[in-house]
T-cell receptor
Framework: KAGVTQTPRYLIKTRGQQVTLSCSPI?????VSWYQQTPGQGLQFLFEYFSETQRNKGNFPGRFSGRQFSNSRSEMNVSTLELGDSALYLC????????????FGSGTQLSVL | GENVEQHPSTLSVQEGDSAVIKCTYS??????FPWYKQELGKRPQLIID?????GEKKDQRIAVTLNKTAKHFSLHITETQPEDSAVYFCAASGSYQLTFGKGTKLSVIP
């Protein structure tokens, strides 16, 4: 079974631009979550989707948004990029509740210059 | 919301010694507690988990203990090996999310 796939692996953007990250979950997994990882801060929850519905959202500004498609693939978008958005963005999939047995992708390393 | 505190932030041990990492959580409704290992440049991987109806769980050299009353849980690694060197994250379940601790960087010195 293929694991969680995230694209692209690396991104370099400048302040003010927007970016879209993509995530393909493990086959059969319907829950997709997104986390932001920065040095010293651990993993911060962004949002979780199940059957194209956002079930929970973390404490991030409205510039961070996401969506899920009918095939469970998910995208997240960050608009009006700021320097502080530089981070590793991790996608995780699970079979149901989004809060158990998360399987992570390798992440997208976003650098904002 | 849930808050997870993890200690220590860094830990160095000699190869063959034991390592212990401790976490506390705030929400008594949390009922699932996983531990993830993240090697440098790689994705976090689930290494062991425990549910609130169990006090201890073992898997070869790793074990996790949970004290629901005190709201803390710990990861124990015995007979450490250099390949155990990584960052370890504890987490507690919430509503459709996991809340993670800030991580412990474990270095095993040969």
């Amino acid at each position: 079974k293929a694991g969680v796939t995230q694209t692209p692996r690396y991104l370099i953007k400048t302040r003010g631009q927007q970016v879209t990250l993509s995530c393909s979950p493990i086959s059969g997994h319907r829950s997709v979550s997104w986390y932001q990882q920065t040095p010293g801060q651990g993993l911060q929850f962004l949002f979780e989707y199940f059957s194209e519905t956002q079930r929970n959202k973390g404490n991030f500004p409205g510039r961070f948004s996401g969506r899920q498609f009918s095939n469970s693939r998910s995208e997240m978008n960050v608009s009006t990029l700021e320097l502080g958005d530089s981070a590793l963005y991790l996608c995780a999939s699970s079979q149901g509740q989004g809060n158990e047995k998360l399987f992570f992708g390798s992440g997208t390393q976003l650098s904002v210059l | 919301g849930e808050n997870v505190e993890q200690h220590p932030s860094t830990l160095s041990v000699q190869e063959g010694d034991s390592a212990v990492i401790k976490c506390t959580y705030s929400d008594s409704a949390s009922n699932y507690f996983p531990w993830y290992k993240q090697e440098l440049g790689k994705r976090p991987q689930l290494i062991i988990d425990i549910r609130s109806n169990v006090g201890e769980k073992k898997d070869q050299r790793i074990a996790v203990t949970l004290n629901k009353t005190a709201k803390h849980f710990s990861l124990h690694i015995t007979e450490t090996q250099p390949e155990d060197s990584a960052v370890y994250f504890c987490a507690a379940s919430g509503s459709y999310q996991l809340t993670f601790g800030k991580g412990t960087k474990l270095s095993v010195i040969p």
